[in-house]
């Protein structure tokens, strides 16, 4: 019976920590993005690093380790809270960090060839997560409901907030694999392809924080949100992966070549 018992716990911790957690798919379908755009360079040098692991799989260690005390340092990389009348240059900047820092302070090290192979990988997993929450709009909230995690809305009847709308519901009530996914996001033109890839890092940050100022302005607080609210913004969680995708791939190339 006892061990009964503590299969059943296992079995719903196991569920709670998967529904809590762009969630998982978002972040594979980023990372699977990417590794289709590498250079065939850029492909074979990060193969040899991750030991034959590819993006999709490494994605969500950014998260996975959040659980361990001695990387709570690295929390504060996963978003930047900015007052939306201001761009992230002219804010007030976070004395832990944001996920700006922590993109720049990856790519640093991965360019650093004096750096250990442990830091690299290390750095490499973060940086693949980080692109990707760097597209998810909820991750650019505002600082007094902590990113869209105190903005409390309903999914479909249940209680929920905006940030996890966004950050997995409305995927995974698309209910598709990560691979099922990506062969569905939108296709894109080489002249599109081209201005998706342009610009910088705080270019790209400003690209979403127009969307996250649309998502607080469009949407109530304390409404049922449902399938009306997928038809109108689905659409765009499918592009914001596209491009996490597609510019984590320009990132790396310019890395490895």
Not at 8 to 22: G, P, R
Not at 125 to 149: A, C, S, T
Not at 235 to 240: E, G, I, N, T, W
Request: aromatic content about 10%; hydrophobic content about 35%; proline content about 1%.
């Amino acid at each position: 019976m006892k061990h009964l018992l503590l299969l059943m716990f296992l079995v719903q911790f196991t569920n709670i920590k998967a529904s809590e957690d762009w969630g998982q798919n978002g972040h594979r379908v980023i990372g699977e993005v990417a590794e289709q755009n590498l250079s065939k360079k850029a492909k074979r040098k990060i193969n040899r690093l991750l030991k034959g692991d590819g993006l999709a799989m490494i994605s969500t260690y950014a998260d996975e380790i959040k659980s361990d005390l001695k990387y709570d340092e690295f929390k504060a990389w996963h978003y930047a809270n900015v007052d939306f009348d201001k761009t992230y240059n002219e804010s007030e900047k976070n004395e832990q960090g944001d996920i700006v820092i922590g993109i720049n302070k990856c790519v640093s090290i991965l360019k650093d060839k004096s750096a250990s192979e442990k830091d690299k990988i290390f750095h490499l997993k973060m940086l693949v997560h980080l692109i990707g929450d760097m597209h998810q709009p909820l991750h650019f909230g505002l600082k007094e409901d902590r990113g869209g995690n105190d903005f409390k809305v309903k999914w479909f009847y249940k209680e929920s907030n905006i940030h996890r709308v966004w950050d997995t519901q409305m995927i995974e009530s698309y209910k598709m694999s990560y691979t099922e996914l990506t062969d569905n996001l939108p296709v894109l033109s080489k002249a599109q392809t081209k201005f998706v890839k342009s610009g910088e890092v705080v270019d790209w940050v400003e690209s979403t924080r127009g969307l996250t100022k649309k998502i607080y302005g469009e949407t109530e607080e304390n409404t049922n949100l449902s399938y009306r609210y997928m038809y109108d913004w689905f659409d765009v969680v499918r592009m914001q992966l596209k491009k996490g995708g597609l510019r984590l791939a320009t990132i790396l190339n310019d890395i490895y070549g």
